[in-house]
């Protein structure tokens, strides 16, 4: 039976490189009969926690009414989450990083989040693999603080330029993602 799988995306960049990734996990994860619900950060309005702790107080995740109000459900009825992005600045993009940080929202809110499935698809222009570290290290804490199960990680090093991906192995490595789900 499919599992419902939540993808959350962190490119501006509708052509790039990690979008590509991302539409190669999507294809395959689907043809293995997964139900998958997309949210491209980055075209959403989802600013930072602010750390008042009223999460769930007003019967939505955050007090403060953006995107992540539309995310937040998905996520709660979700079996897996998949984050995927490019590093910028040897980190998580800001695109994602306010709704990775408003996951806080479900500790807060007394919302039991715990046994899900995690899984992180990146990229980046150096060719040294520990600049994926600022992406992957994050991730994997965050999704052990939530007892998360971190079931894969697709990160691909030397793309920059629209199309880069396809000199690599990255959209094959994350069609194989899906298989872990």
């Given at each position: 039976m499919g599992k419902?799988?939540?993808?959350i995306t962190g490119s501006?960049?509708?052509n790039g490189n990690s979008f590509a990734m991302?539409?190669?996990f999507i294809q395959a994860a689907e043809a293995k009969g997964h139900q998958i619900t997309r949210f491209d950060a980055a075209m959403r309005k989802v600013g930072g926690c602010r750390a008042c702790e009223t999460c769930f107080k007003t019967?939505?995740?955050c007090s403060f009414d953006d995107?992540?109000?539309l995310v937040a459900p998905a996520i709660l009825e979700a079996d897996a989450v998949v984050f995927t992005m490019p590093v910028y600045w040897y980190s998580i993009p800001a695109q994602i990083k306010g709704v990775i940080d408003r996951l806080f929202s479900f500790v807060v809110g007394g919302r039991d989040i715990a046994g899900k499935e995690c899984a992180v698809i990146a990229c980046?222009?150096?060719e040294d693999m520990s600049v994926l570290d600022g992406v992957r290290?994050?991730?994997e804490r965050s999704a052990a603080l939530m007892k998360w199960q971190m079931v894969g990680a697709v990160l691909v090093p030397g793309v920059l330029n629209v199309g880069d991906i396809e000199?690599?192995?990255g959209c094959r490595q994350a069609a194989a993602l899906a298989d872990k789900f």
């Open positions: 419902k799988i939540v993808v501006p960049r509708k991302t539409e190669a019967g939505k995740a995107d992540f109000n980046c222009e150096e290290i994050p991730l000199k690599t192995d």
